[in-house]
């Protein structure tokens, strides 16, 4: 699914300070990790490493952001293995950009309208992941001051689709409203006023449609062929 030029007002004036007076641009790129598995139980910052298909897909999307006619500053992901292991992937395509990781780009359960779903998480969980959320979209989706910037994050389903939330202006429970798929694309440009345009949202171009996961509940399986 691709959303253009989709256009959002200034979040507040604390999140978004006044503009200079300049017109740089700083271009986010959004990536959501591999397909992982979701067997293992434990740490997450330890278990859940991506399957041959997370690889896989994560393979792809690095040739694709290896082939754009522009310039990365930053390559970041949550501290998650699967997030990790993605950024380390796209990281091979770019030699010269040190892997950052952060906390505050794993994944957490905003609140939603569907009830259904949040019924039995607590309230605490709940504060955290807004707060989370809000303190992400402070510290990344802000106007660069000195050049155009573009910058790769990978991160988290659900964190993704809060923030675009957050970016167009809605509010972040409807995060629901819409999925992305593993690997899949998702670019927002934070304007010098503060202003925010969301380009695409859970682009998946790169991916082959036999190699898409991450929309339902059963992902396919990518496996070696056996020897005849």
Same mark, same amino acid.
């Given at each position: ?11 507040? #004036? ?27 139980? +434990? ?20 040739? %694709? ?95 993704? %689709? ?18 992305? #798929? ?31 996961? +991450?929309?339902? #509940? ?11």
């Amino acid at each position: 699914m691709a959303l253009v030029a989709l256009t959002a007002p200034p979040a507040t #004036a604390a999140e978004n300070p006044p503009s200079s007076g300049h017109s740089f641009t700083r271009t986010i790129y959004l990536i959501r990790h591999g397909a992982y598995d979701m067997t293992e139980k +434990g740490d997450e910052s330890v278990v859940n490493g991506l399957t041959p298909l997370g690889i896989a897909q994560a393979r792809l999307i690095a040739t %694709r952001l290896r082939g754009m006619p522009i310039k990365f500053a930053s390559l970041t992901s949550s501290t998650y293995t699967r997030a990790r292991q993605t950024a380390g992937i796209i990281g091979q395509m770019f030699p010269d950009l040190a892997l950052h990781t952060d906390p505050v780009l794993c994944e957490c359960t905003p609140r939603t309208w569907r009830t259904d779903v949040i019924k039995d998480v607590p309230k605490e969980e709940l504060d955290a992941s807004d707060a989370q959320i809000n303190q992400a979209f402070a510290k990344y989706f802000v106007p660069t001051k000195t050049v155009d910037e573009n910058d790769i994050i990978v991160a988290h389903g659900d964190l993704i %689709r809060a923030l675009i939330c957050k970016a167009l202006g809605v509010d972040t429970k409807a995060w629901l409203g819409f999925n992305i #798929a593993h690997c899949s694309l998702t670019v927002v440009q934070v304007k010098a006023d503060g202003t925010f345009k969301v380009l695409a949202v859970g682009d998946t171009g790169h991916i082959p449609p036999n190699l898409l996961s +991450g929309l339902t #509940a059963t992902n396919p399986e990518l496996v070696t062929p056996k020897s005849p």
